[in-house]
């Protein structure tokens, strides 16, 4: 779902702008990474599924540390995508993306945690809870991550006028 348009985030100069195609195709592709991690998980694979959700973590760190329009995927659709498709229609704020890709590192970074630690189903269940994320984004074009991120705004924005008006 473009934020692009939301009176919450609106541009702002020097703030980082992406297509918005770019963070659904990376969800795309870490959407079918994390059924790999589930499949592997429920198959007795259990140290190749740790492995490959750790790869993962470390992409969603990437992805929350350097931005999301600075993530591995979003370099492959700017250079391999991008080029084949129309211009956007718009441009949206980076931050709602970027806030995203740190919700997914938290949530797999408890998984890979958690499956260190020995707690049987904790790799899967990571797994499963991130691809409803990510299988929202690259299907339906709902970040539920964005949503959140937008609902932090707003609540700030409410805490302001309310500490404003003394009430």
Request: net charge positive; glycine share 12%.
């Amino acid at each position: 779902m473009s934020t692009a348009n939301s009176p919450i985030t609106p541009p702002r100069p020097g703030r980082a702008r992406l297509d918005p195609r770019g963070p659904r195709f990376g969800a795309a592709i870490t959407a079918v990474l994390l059924l790999g991690v589930v499949f592997l998980s429920l198959t007795g694979a259990s140290f190749a599924a740790l492995i490959l959700l750790s790869v993962l973590t470390g992409l969603f760190a990437w992805g929350a540390l350097a931005g999301a329009g600075r993530h591995p995927y979003g370099v492959l659709f700017k250079k391999f995508v991008q080029p084949r498709l129309a211009p956007p229609a718009e441009l949206e704020d980076a931050a709602p993306p970027t806030f995203a890709q740190g919700i997914g590192l938290a949530v797999t970074l408890v998984g890979v945690a958690l499956g260190l630690a020995g707690v049987p189903g904790a790799v899967g269940t990571a797994a499963a809870v991130a691809f409803v994320a990510a299988f929202l984004n690259a299907v339906f074009d709902y970040c539920l991550g964005c949503q959140i991120y937008l609902l932090l705004v707003r609540f700030r924005a409410l805490n302001r006028r309310a500490r404003v008006s003394g009430a």
